[in-house]
């Protein structure tokens, strides 16, 4: 189950790095950003 799972992300990731042209660094950052952003709107309602 989880090797699907893992395999269903890593396609879903490079589809979007080939549409967006971002690179694997530029990811990152983007879903590090994203997490903080939705901790500090979570934390801010809770």
């Given at each position: 189950?989880?090797?699907?799972?893992?395999?269903?992300?890593?396609?879903?990731?490079?589809?979007?790095q080939k549409i967006t042209g971002l690179s694997n660094y530029q990811?990152?950052?983007?879903?590090?950003?994203?997490?903080?952003?939705?901790?500090?709107?979570?934390?801010?309602?809770?």
């Amino acid at each position: 189950m989880m090797n699907k799972f893992k395999a269903w992300h890593i396609y879903l990731i490079e589809k979007v790095q080939k549409i967006t042209g971002l690179s694997n660094y530029q990811i990152i950052w983007f879903s590090f950003i994203e997490g903080l952003t939705i901790g500090f709107i979570i934390g801010y309602f809770v």
